[in-house]
C-alpha cells in the first residue's frame, strides 16, 4: 500500500500512491477494504516473489520494522482523512498465508506476524479494524482464534477465501472432472461451517468466484451468472460480506491475452464490456429488502422471492456443475396477492439473453474487435426488460417461464398500491 525504500540505511517512506486509490474510492462512495500485503522489497528476509508484478511474499526480517511502517500508514491515514473515517475500514492481515506460494513460513509464523501488525495498528487508534487469517480454503480458522485468544491478540473480524473447487485437489487443478464432482451448494456449505467457527465476529469472504482457474470459459458465460445469484442469495444471514474476484480482466497478476473472452476472472472484459456474471450482480443490486419463503426442491432449479415497494421479484437459476446432468425447465410461479398485478416483467441471463460471449463469436470471435464490434457487444451485454404474461384467479398470480441451463430470470410483478399478501 506505500512505497519504501532504503537510503544510505535510513527507510524512507511514501504513502502517496495508497493515497491516491484511498481518495477516488472515497469519493465514489466506498470503503477500502485494505489488504496488508505484500512485503516491500526492503524489509522483507527473502527474495520468493509471485505474480507478474513480483510481489515478495515473504515474511519481514524484522517484525519491528514492518509494525512501524503499518503504524505510521495507519497513522498518515488518520491525519489525512480523520479517526472516525478510517475506523469503519477494515484491515486484513496478508494474502492466503496457508498456501507456500504466497507465504513460505510456518503458521506459526503468520501468527506471530499477525500479532505485530495488529498491535500497530491498535497503538494509532484501539477502534481501529483489524482481522485475518485472509486464508484459502476457509482455513486456519480455529487455530487462528484459538491462538488470539490465548494471547489476548485483537480480531475484530474473520476474512477467508473460497471457490467451489478448492477441496477437489491441488490449487489450480479446477477441472471439469474436478467441479462436477463438487456440490451446488458447496459455498454455502462451508460458510455455514466457518460461521459455526467464527461465532458472532463478522465474517468477510474477500475473495470468491465459480472457478480459481484463471484462464476458465465459464467465467465469461451464463454459467458464471449462475452461480453468483446462487451463492450470493444463499449467503444471505451467515456473512457480512462477499468479495468477487475480480472486477475486471485487467489486473497485473498474469500477461493479458488480447482476445475480448479469454477466461479471466473479471467481471469486465479488457475493453469494459460487462460479463453475464456482471449483469447477475445488476439484478441483485435492485432487488427489494425483505426475502419471503419458498418451499419446494429441485435438481437444478432453484428459487428466491423479494419484496420490494409495491412489488415482488422472484430470482430463478436454472443451475449444474459441469457434467452434471442438466435440461430446460418449465416453471411455474404462483403469487397470492390482494390485487391483480398492474405489470409482469423479466429479465434474463442465458444463452441468448445478455451474452456477449455468444456474440462475439458469432462474429468470428475477432481477436481485436473493432469499433463497432465492440459497440455491438456493449449492445449484446445489456439486460432487457421484456413483458411477460401473468393470469390471476381467485387471488392467485400465475406465471410460467422455460429456463434454459444455466439461465438466470428475475421476474418482477409490480402490484401497485395494494401490495403483496403472501408468496406459496
Known amino acids: 500500500m506505500g512505497t519504501l525504500i532504503c537510503n544510505q540505511e535510513k527507510l524512507l517512506y511514501s504513502f502517496y500512491n495508497a493515497d491516491l486509490i484511498c481518495d477516488f474510492l472515497l ?48 497513522s498518515h491515514w488518520v491525519d489525512r482523512y480523520g479517526v472516525a473515517e478510517v475506523r469503519t475500514w477494515f484491515f486484513e492481515v496478508w494474502n492466503e498465508p496457508n498456501l507456500k506460494a504466497f507465504w513460505p513460513g510456518t503458521q506459526a509464523d503468520y501468527f506471530k506476524f499477525y500479532r505485530a501488525t495488529a498491535e500497530a495498528l491498535k497503538k494509532v487508534d484501539a477502534q481501529l479494524q483489524v482481522g485475518g487469517p485472509a486464508t484459502a480454503s476457509n482455513g486456519w480458522i480455529s487455530e487462528f482464534l484459538d491462538y488470539c485468544e490465548k494471547n489476548e491478540v485483537a480480531v475484530d473480524f474473520v476474512s477467508t477465501h473460497h471457490y467451489p473447487t478448492d477441496a477437489l485437489g491441488t490449487q489450480g487443478e479446477d477441472t471439469e472432472t474436478q467441479l462436477a464432482r463438487s456440490e451446488r451448494s458447496i459455498l454455502r456449505q462451508w460458510a455455514q461451517d466457518t460461521r459455526r467457527k467464527v461465532g458472532q465476529r463478522p465474517l468477510y469472504y474477500t475473495e470468491w468466484n ?24 444463499e449467503a444471505v444471514g451467515i456473512v457480512q460480506g462477499y468479495s468477487f474476484w475480480t472486477f475486471s480482466d485487467i489486473f497485473s497478476e498474469n500477461y493479458f491475452p488480447s482476445e475480448p473472452f479469454q477466461g479471466g476472472f473479471g467481471l469486465l472484459t479488457l475493453e469494459g464490456i460487462a460479463k453475464p456474471a456482471y449483469r447477475a450482480f445488476e439484478l441483485l443490486h435492485q432487488l427489494g429488502d425483505r426475502q419471503l419463503v419458498v418451499d419446494g426442491l429441485h435438481e437444478t432449479v432453484d428459487c428466491w422471492a423479494v419484496k420490494g415497494d409495491h412489488r415482488l421479484t422472484v430470482m430463478l437459476t436454472n443451475f449444474a456443475l459441469p457434467r452434471h446432468p442438466i435440461d430446460s425447465q418449465r416453471v411455474r410461479l404462483r403469487i ?48 432487457i426488460v421484456e413483458p411477460l404474461r401473468a393470469t390471476f384467479e381467485s387471488d392467485i398470480a400465475s406465471v410460467e417461464i422455460t429456463l434454459p441451463r444455466q439461465a438466470v430470470a428475475a421476474i418482477t410483478m409490480d402490484f401497485g398500491a395494494s401490495g403483496v399478501e403472501d408468496f406459496s
Open 336 to 383: 397470492k396477492s390482494k390485487a391483480k398485478p398492474a405489470h409482469v416483467s423479466v429479465r434474463r441471463i442465458d444463452e441468448t439473453h445478455a451474452n456477449p460471449k455468444a456474440a462475439w463469436q458469432n462474429m468470428g470471435s475477432p481477436e481485436y474487435p473493432d469499433h463497432a464490434q465492440i459497440q455491438m457487444l456493449h449492445e449484446s451485454s445489456k439486460l
Open 27 to 74: 469519493s465514489i462512495g466506498m470503503k477500502p477494504f485494505v489488504e496488508l500485503s505484500f512485503m516491500p522489497e526492503t524489509l522483507a528476509s527473502g527474495s520468493q516473489t509471485v505474480f507478474h508484478y513480483r510481489a515478495n511474499v515473504t515474511p519481514p526480517k524484522d517484525d519491528q520494522q514492518w509494525a512501524t511502517l503499518i503504524q505510521k500508514l495507519a
Open 210 to 233: 465459480g472457478s480459481s482457474n484463471p484462464r476458465d470459459h465459464l467465467h465469461d458465460e451464463p454459467y458464471s451468472a449462475a452461480v453468483v445469484v446462487k451463492t450470493m442469495l
